[in-house]
């Protein structure tokens, strides 16, 4: 028997939604678009059309208020997503949002407290977990040890480049010329005010890396170090930090260059050798993650994933998790994880000490429990 599809509303008409979200939820057998809201009404409109969208909406409470509307993809600016977010919980309706979930824990927990006080299931963006190289290199991680032996250091480097790698899909324009809404980020009250830009921007960009250094390697037990420093803009702000993973030491490093291609990978040394992943620019399209084992003895074994685009594979994981009553791979649970890394990071470099991470991921956890 044929399931019935999952009915969904979106939120949000901008670039990533257009470019990368409608489309990918339009292929979906198992998905049926049925209202687009957004503020600026003409670019809704004409979206609309362009999907075959029966309602197109000029606000969220007019979107939310559609008992047609099972679920939510909410495609904004981040920092609106835990405002908007509690909107559409509190409407008993399964949501998901981008990266991140919000810039400081605590406004994750009253997300994550409002969405299981209604039912709602919260998924969260980060489409390196769905690209197969990185599901491969995280299945080799955890075999590796039967014959590379004990992992002995890790580092995690992303200096990004040109992420659109000559993306040219056409992108409908606001025919009123609005611009989309914008608010404050809230950021932890501890976050000092000249750094606040720096926090936002390192916070928004390279929640990835860390939430991919915890899917391959899982929660560090602290911050060693950790060093931040500004760059040309929020952007550009170059983080060193050092984690501790009680066996081994992994390094994070980040910042932002001018460049034609992307220069992002993940390396994990063992004993006889190292597992390198090579993540491509995120639209560039079914390319996924290279992954490279260096055996010492053996030489090189070069894996080849199978060829699919992370975000594809990541809006239909949203659509069966629902169909199926699943939990998903980055539920907004293990998102809020990502959130307590970067304010040790914050901590650590404010204080210049050894922050510890794992004792409040694990009272997390019994909470969860």
């Known amino acids: ?49 362009q999907y075959g969208i029966p309602r197109a909406y000029s606000s969220i409470a007019e979107l939310l208020a559609d008992d047609e509307v099972e679920a939510v993809i909410m495609i904004v600016p981040y920092s609106l997503n835990p405002k908007l ?43 390196r977990r769905f690209d197969t190289g990185c ?7 955890e075999r590796a040890r039967s014959y590379l032996g004990e992992i002995t250091f890790a580092r995690v480097h992303n200096f990004t480049g040109d992420w659109r790698a000559g993306f040219s899909r056409k992108i409908a324009s606001d025919p009123a010329g609005e611009s989309a809404p914008e608010q404050a980020a809230n950021l932890p009250d501890f976050v000092a005010a000249k750094d606040k830009d720096v926090y936002n921007g390192t916070v928004g960009n390279f929640c990835h890396d860390i939430n991919l250094m915890r899917f391959l390697l899982g929660d560090p037990a602290a911050v060693r170090h950790c060093s931040i420093m500004e760059g040309k803009d929020m952007y550009t702000a170059r983080i060193a930090a050092i984690f501790d993973y009680v066996k081994f030491n992994a390094v994070f490093e980040t ?9 992002e990978e993940v390396k994990v040394y063992f004993e006889k050798g190292w597992i390198e992943i090579k993540l491509p620019p995120p ?14 003895g ?21 659509i069966a998790s629902i169909a199926k009553n699943q ?7 293990d998102s809020r994880k990502d959130l307590l890394v970067f304010e040790a990071m914050y901590r650590s470099f404010s204080s210049n000490t050894r922050v510890e991470i794992r004792n409040q991921i694990m009272s997390m956890s019994r909470k969860e429990a």
Not at 85 to 102: L, N, T
């Open 298 to 318: 053996k030489g090189i074994e070069q894996l080849a994933p199978k060829w699919s685009w992370s975000f594809q594979r990541e809006a239909d994981h949203f």
């Open 255 to 263: 910042g932002g260059i001018q460049s034609e291609w992307w220069d």
């Open 1 to 49: 028997m044929t399931s019935k599809p999952v009915k969904v509303g979106v939120i949000g008409c901008g670039f990533l939604s257009q470019s990368v979200h409608l489309p990918n939820f339009a292929d979906l057998a198992g998905c049926r678009m049925v209202a687009l809201a957004d503020k600026r009404i003409g670019l809704t409109k004409k979206v609309a059309a």
């Open 327 to 333: 939990d998903f791979i980055s539920s907004g649970e």
């Open 135 to 141: 599901e491969e290199a995280k299945k080799l991680i």
């Open 283 to 296: 639209l560039l399209q079914n390319a996924p993650a290279r992954v490279t084992v260096h055996i010492n």
């Open 85 to 127: 977010a509690m909107e559409v919980v509190k409407a008993k309706k399964h949501i998901f949002i981008e990266k991140p979930m919000a810039l400081c824990s605590q406004d994750a927990d009253k997300m994550l407290i409002e969405a299981g006080k209604n039912g709602s299931n919260l998924m969260v963006g980060y489409m």
